[in-house]
């Protein structure tokens, strides 16, 4: 399958819970399915109960191409880590400072490749096309910091840790806000936080 299919169905899941047809956990288990699917049938048993969410030809088509283009004709697996995500998709870094903030465009899922990083991603203000997120992560010796809008939830426990720190200082849901972030991966020696900008937590206790 090519990813350009995986990314698709992606969008179609979105769709289905925008329309009230997938409730938020629902969502998370197809696309967990849905990213380590290996065959066809895999993916689209994802789609098969939803009314009118079907893939579409054009993406069988680029599916095709992309099996020609493999070396002896063998397809691409689902992305064992970031650096095997689609170009334009992942956020790379080695010893490095990278910083996301104010208007900038979110996609719904990228990836996060970094080695002794320090990465920062400002949710506030940026550009969303989804309500949720999901964020794959291969992190050595680095730190990860998602500061969300309020109101926003997010999911951590998907990070598989070695001697390292994670810290969810957000709500996780359900209710699941209008912005739901998923973090899955690992991340070696390394922090990881997730919180609400300064003083808003102080901004509710005031006003109740």
Do not use: C
Not at 14 to 41: I, K, N
Not at 101 to 108: A, R
């Amino acid at each position: 399958m090519s990813d350009a299919e995986r990314e698709h169905v992606g969008e179609l899941l979105q769709r289905a819970v925008g329309q009230g047809m997938l409730s938020l956990g629902e969502f998370t288990e197809r696309m967990d399915t849905a990213l380590a699917a290996r065959t066809r049938g895999e993916l689209n048993a994802v789609l098969a109960d939803l009314p009118g969410m079907t893939i579409q030809p054009e993406y069988l088509q680029n599916e095709h191409a992309a099996l020609q283009q493999q070396p002896g004709g063998v397809p691409a697996g689902p992305y064992p880590d970031a650096s095997a995500q689609p170009a334009g998709t992942t956020i790379r870094g080695r010893m490095s400072t990278i910083s996301r903030k104010g208007q900038w465009q979110v996609p719904p899922m990228f990836a996060i490749d970094t080695r002794m990083s320090n990465v920062s991603l400002d949710f506030t203000r940026a550009v969303m096309t989804t309500q949720v997120v999901r964020i794959r992560l291969d992190d050595a010796f680095g730190t990860l910091s998602l500061v969300l809008p309020p109101e926003a939830t997010a999911d951590l426990n998907g990070i598989e840790t070695t001697g390292a720190n994670v810290d969810n200082k957000v709500n996780t849901g359900p209710p699941y806000g209008p912005l739901h972030i998923v973090v899955t991966g690992r991340t070696r020696f390394g922090t990881v936080t997730a919180r609400y900008p300064f003083g808003t937590r102080m901004r509710w206790f005031m006003h109740g």
